[in-house]
């Protein structure tokens, strides 16, 4: 932003010097329009995510687990199109996994899922979300700790 201020400035100046003589020796009249393009982007700051994913015996025998709040997010972008939030499912130990978004759930099968969040604006909004996440488990996944299973990334659309 600031290098196009720069070269603005440079061209007023040139225009102004090279039109000096003839503003001042007769009528001279010039016209200038600036468009300016404001880029979309998107941000993510992480502010809790589960380091595990803890399975009990009643969990195995249901042959899922339940994790509420397992990620708090904050999100901030000025996209007008939304922007998409994307999960790597890093682990054998779970195989579908339900991500709940208040009232959406998003079923993830394999081992990439995408979400994608609509704009309700042009304006930069800053929206803080809680995600919570039922893990299906695997055949061969029994009770015990595994290591968080997702990695979460954001990108503007």
Known sequence: MRYALYIMM???LSLL????????SGNASASMSVTTEVRSFVSKELIRQ?????VTEADARKGYV?????TV????TNSGRGYTLSFNNDSTAF???WVIDGERTTVITGPVGLIHQGAKTDE???VTKELSYRFFLAGHTGPGSYPWPLT??????
Do not use: C, P, Q, Y
Request: glycine share 8%; proline share 0%.
């Open 73 to 76: 997010i904050r999100i901030t």
């Open 50 to 54: 589960a380091l595990e994913v803890n």
């Open 124 to 126: 930069t909004t800053d």
């Open 95 to 97: 195989g579908e996994i």
């Open 17 to 24: 010097l090279f039109t000096k003589d003839k503003a001042v």
């Open 66 to 70: 339940d994790v509420a709040g397992g």
């Open 10 to 12: 440079i061209f007023l």
């Open 152 to 157: 979460l990334d954001v990108m503007v659309l």
